[in-house]
């Protein structure tokens, strides 16, 4: 007697429309516009390396990494990270999600910030640490810890599979040569906040500013502008003057 054999269909990994979006958590009042700084002032660097647009930021968003029930079980949401090499869109809507088993492109940084002491942001344990997830399944080759509290920017890179811990050069910053940036703190005001931040510098050392504050360097420029023409002014007037005097004594 022979048996028939039925195949099993094994349904297709969902994408991110048929993932949540959200697992339904909150953040305290630094995060947002912590991520809003890094976004702004990081913007015209990305341009100029994707002139095509191919890249996208993540703020608080899920990156899928493994299928568990619930389906977000098996996402981590880092609070900023960046992708190069892939659309900003997928299919002409907006990204609900970053699934990498779709994707297959992994983030090239990682930033949390740490409202704690930073020890789930170094939690190694197999298939629940961040850490763990960052380094051994999605290899992100740069991972920032920022501790808010204290003020601490631990970076790590991934060197042979594994992350070692970055030392910050002279300007205390630390390169991260994919992006053609450093990362670093700077005091300041931001959203009517004065505290330590995490702000990108160029590879030479120059703040990558915001929008307000290229707005406020550009009025300054006309400013000055504007002040050395009335000086040249106020010269010629008084050279043209005197010349006046000179030919009616």
């Known amino acids: 007697m022979t048996e028939s054999f039925t195949p099993i269909k094994v349904p297709p990994f969902p994408d991110h429309t048929k993932l949540p979006e959200s697992d339904g958590t909150f953040h305290n009042f630094f995060h947002h516009p912590q991520s809003l700084l890094l976004t702004d002032s990081i913007l ?24 568990t029930e619930p389906p977000e079980k098996g996402a981590e949401a880092p609070d900023w990270f960046y992708v190069g090499g892939v659309p900003p869109q997928l299919d002409g809507r907006y990204r609900r999600s970053y699934v990498l088993w779709r994707e297959l492109i992994t983030p090239t940084i990682v930033l949390e910030f740490a409202s704690g002491t930073g020890a789930e942001e170094r939690d190694q344990t197999p298939y629940k640490g961040k850490y763990w997830v ?28 594994n992350y070692q811990k970055m030392e910050p050069n002279d ?3 630390y390169p991260i040569e994919p992006m053609q940036v450093e990362l670093g703190l700077w005091r300041g005001s931001y959203h009517n906040q004065e505290m330590f931040w995490l ?45 006046q005097q000179r030919q009616n004594p």
């Open 44 to 67: 015209g660097t990305l341009d100029r390396i994707h002139p095509d647009g191919q890249y996208c930021i993540g703020q608080d968003s899920g990156i899928y990494w493994r299928e």
């Open 134 to 161: 960052y380094e051994r399944v999605m290899r992100v080759p740069y991972y920032g810890i920022y501790e808010i509290v204290t003020g601490k920017l631990e970076m790590y890179h991934l060197v042979d599979m």
């Open 171 to 173: 300007r205390g910053h």
């Open 199 to 243: 702000r990108w510098w160029d590879l030479a050392g120059n703040l990558l500013l915001i929008g307000k504050e290229q707005v406020v360097i550009e009025r300054d420029r006309v400013d000055q502008e504007r002040r050395r023409a009335e000086a040249a002014e106020r010269e010629l007037a008084e050279l043209r003057s005197l010349l």
